[in-house]
């Protein structure tokens, strides 16, 4: 079980993870602390591992930099539930072993500070005595996360894991 | 059934037809990096390959905080230094005079090609889709394993296709239609999708104003933007193509489109777009007024000649109000602005001229804000604490507005000032 931290539509990686930070930060768990700084002090301070974002359409707009899907990941992220993602973002959550989950339903009746659990196996996000489905990734994404991201899986396909 | 420009272009570098939706397996021609190739050389070092796939393939261009403001973003530049060294990689742009922003010199040199496929560290990198590229942006581990493996997956994207007719009025310019599209089709109107411009206002487009709305595709959510690759590109590129497998591609006129949208110039008129989100469009009438801290002119959006041009016509013998940051996007437009005189007349304005860089526009350096600040900007970007401190404003807007801005500390009708 983990707390929801509920945000709006078009939540962009600069208020993930500030533009400012992007050539000075260079250590994952350092990254992890300033997550969401300029979107909710609240979280940057307090989520804690296995907690979930849920989030409207459009999450993860903006820049390209990775630092957004890593300061999440290393904070512990269960998963970024939204009704749709920006394109980058995306896959550099992908890429970096977070999970992201498109739930409409889950989008608009999960509130701020909500318990949720998530049952990968069964696709299917468990809150306030209610389950809501999600697709599973396609087959060729799904080897990617299995692997545990993208570099995992270039080193396997290279040979070289 | 006709194809899109992504379903042919897609299709051609994978060497089979491909329509939207399928996921393809691609070799990029060009793999751009900027001031993060440092960061993103140590994760290729953690896949474990000795050596990049295709080194002629790489280039890097050294931008987003030069010279280096601080002793960490000076060790990202050695970072990338070194590595182009060590792997043999031709094409770095340093912070010599030769330099410049890198969506401005990977298409002033001849690295943007009509048909080739370009990825970027940068989200920007759909600005090369002016020359007919398909260009897209990308995270720092995908670069890497492009490096490693020389290949990348996509989707092939649906497409959208937004045809323009007409002409702009006089103070009104391509920063105002992009930010009004943006404004109606908002942040998310091209998620995942190869946005195409077709029509005769874009034919009569410049090539300069051309990459300005490619550029701002992303804003957009778009993955790449386009457009046709004309007489216009062809004379921009010759005698100095970096590469020799380009091929003008477009979409057949009976193609089909997720999304198809109309505009005609003579209906735009300048506007903004308000804090905190691109898509938060106003016109100028609506925010006039609103005080101001700080005019930038500059980015890879408008800090080309056109753009410095069009803002000292503004200024000429008059003076700004705010401190007015100027950062041309290349030495070349630097060189070129200094020649005709426009940087003399943005000077006698009483504007600061720095080297070209990316500056203010990622809360780097060089202009950044204070809490409570506000800043009219000609950068692609508003978002919250995108220029320094979270409790600052950003306004986007057109070189014209910017100028006209700046000289009345306030925000201000560039018609007013014509």
Same mark, same amino acid.
Not at chain 1, 58 to 65: I, P
């Given at each position: 079980m983990g707390r929801v931290w509920k945000y709006g539509d078009d939540v962009n990686t600069d208020v993930i993870f500030p533009g400012k930070y992007t050539y000075t930060i260079k250590e994952r768990s350092e990254m992890a602390e300033h997550a969401c700084e300029d979107l909710d002090p609240e979280f940057t301070k307090n989520a804690k591992p296995g907690d979930i974002i849920v989030a409207g359409k459009?999450? #993860?707009? #903006? !820049? !390209?930099?990775e630092q957004a899907a890593i300061c999440l990941k290393e904070r512990g992220i269960a998963a970024i539930v939204a009704k749709s993602f920006a394109r980058i973002h995306y896959r550099n959550c992908l890429n970096e072993g977070l999970a992201t989950i498109v739930c409409p339903e889950a989008c608009d009746e999960l509130k701020m500070g909500d318990e949720a659990e998530i049952d990968f196996k069964r696709g299917v996000i468990k809150a306030n005595g209610k389950e809501y489905p999600f697709p599973p990734y396609p087959e060729f994404v799904q080897g990617l996360i299995n692997d545990g991201g993208l570099i995992p899986h270039v080193k396997k396909e290279l040979g070289l894991a | 059934m006709g194809k899109t420009f992504a379903e042919k272009v897609l299709g051609r570098a994978a060497g089979y037809e491909v329509k939207a939706n399928e996921v393809v397996t691609v070799e990029p021609d060009v793999c751009m990096s900027h001031d993060n190739g440092g960061p993103i050389s140590r994760t290729f070092k953690k896949i474990g390959v000795e050596k990049v796939k295709y080194p002629e393939r790489i280039c890097f261009v050294l931008d987003h905080a030069v010279p280096a403001p601080t002793s960490a973003h000076a060790v990202n530049h050695k970072e990338v230094r070194e590595f182009a060294a060590e792997q043999g990689i031709p094409h770095l742009y340093d912070i010599m005079s030769g330099g410049g922003v890198c969506h401005q010199k990977i298409c002033e040199e001849g690295y943007a090609l009509p048909g080739l496929v370009m990825v970027g560290s940068d989200s920007h990198t759909c600005t090369y889709g002016a020359y007919g590229a398909f260009s897209t942006g990308i995270g720092r581990s995908e670069m890497a394993a492009v490096w490693a493996t020389g290949k990348i997956w996509f989707k092939v994207p649906e497409s959208m296709k937004v045809v323009v007719t007409g002409k702009f009025k006089p103070g009104v310019s391509t920063k105002d239609f992009i930010l009004k599209l943006i404004g109606d089709v908002k942040a998310d109107g091209a998620d995942y999708m190869s946005v195409e411009f077709h029509g005769p206002g874009i034919e009569d487009m410049s090539i300069s104003e051309r990459m300005t709305i490619c550029n701002m595709g992303i804003e957009f959510g778009a993955k790449n933007a386009v457009c046709k690759p004309d007489q216009k590109v062809l004379d921009a590129i010759k005698g100095k193509e970096k590469y020799s497998n380009w091929e003008c591609i477009w979409a057949d006129g009976d193609a089909v489109y997720a999304k198809e949208v109309h505009y005609d110039l003579g209906d735009i008129e300048p506007c903004v777009a308000k804090p905190h989100t691109v898509d938060n469009w106003a016109p100028v009438s609506e925010v006039k007024g609103t005080k101001i801290h700080e005019a930038f002119l500059g980015s890879c959006t408008n800090g080309r000649i056109e753009d410095l041009r069009l803002a000292a016509g503004i200024l000429k013998d008059k003076k700004v109000a705010v401190r007015t940051v100027v950062i041309p996007a290349s030495w070349i437009v630097y060189r070129q602005a200094m020649r005709e005189g426009v940087l003399d007349t943005l000077l006698d304005a009483g504007c600061v001229i720095c080297n070209p860089g990316c500056g203010p526009c990622m809360g780097n350096h060089e202009g950044i804000l204070a809490p409570g600040e506000t800043a009219i900007s000609t950068a692609n970007r508003n978002f919250k604490g995108r220029m320094g401190d979270k409790d600052s404003f950003i306004y986007l807007a057109s070189p014209m507005t910017v100028a006209a801005s700046a000289i009345k500390g306030e925000i201000t009708d560039p018609r007013e000032a014509l």
């Open positions: 459009n999450w #993860g707009c #903006g !820049s !390209s930099r | -």
